[in-house]
């Protein structure tokens, strides 16, 4: 898989970006942001176990956010299942020293139409801790809307911590939707 976002991209990672994966991965101040599953610190061997269950996935749901063919950060969605089958987690993260730049922005709006029509979800969402100011606004950026707070949701270094779902537009929905013959607003 390829997307060419212009100064931004996103593709299949390889066995060959293990070392910058590792590099941008290994970082304080990415890991407060993201899951428990996200290891700190975060090794080559780390990098190479994350690359090898993404390229061993069917259907390939994680990818590399590239600048120059560089992975310098992760896209991905997560697939429900049972009664949320309809529907997907997308989640990313971006080598602090590329923060900043719109790299986020342009790869969450370029993935996010890939992601409804390669996974066939009805809904897709995500999940920031609410003091990320940053991812949040990301989220914005890229057409997405606070759809909802959750008060004390997750716990994560420190403590008890809000995280605000959002979703996007109904633009890419609707369209997809529309073009899948299903219709729906």
């Not at 996935?57 to 956010?65: G, I, Q, R, V």
Request: glycine residues 10%; proline residues 6%; aromatic residues 12%.
């Amino acid at each position: 898989m390829e997307l060419d976002l212009g100064f931004c991209g996103v593709r299949s990672f390889r066995e060959a970006d293990a070392g910058e994966l590792a590099l941008h991965a290994n970082n304080r101040d990415v890991w407060l942001q993201l899951r428990d599953y996200f290891p700190h610190p975060y090794t080559i061997d780390n990098a190479r176990e994350f690359i090898a269950f993404a390229s061993g996935a069917d259907p390939e749901t994680a990818f590399a956010l590239t600048v120059g063919d560089a992975p310098v950060g992760a896209i991905g969605v997560t697939l429900r299942d049972d009664v949320e089958r309809c529907s997907a987690e997308i989640g990313y993260w971006l080598g602090e020293q590329y923060w900043g730049r719109g790299i986020a922005s342009r790869t969450l709006a370029g993935f996010t139409p890939y992601a409804f029509e390669t996974y066939g979800v009805e809904r897709l969402y995500a999940i920031p801790f609410a003091n990320n100011a940053a991812s949040c606004r990301v989220l914005e950026k890229a057409g997405y809307r606070l759809e909802g707070r959750m008060r004390r949701s997750a716990i994560n270094c420190p403590g008890p911590r809000p995280q605000w779902r959002r979703r996007p537009q109904s633009r890419w929905s609707s369209e997809i939707r529309q073009a899948r013959g299903t219709g729906g607003p």
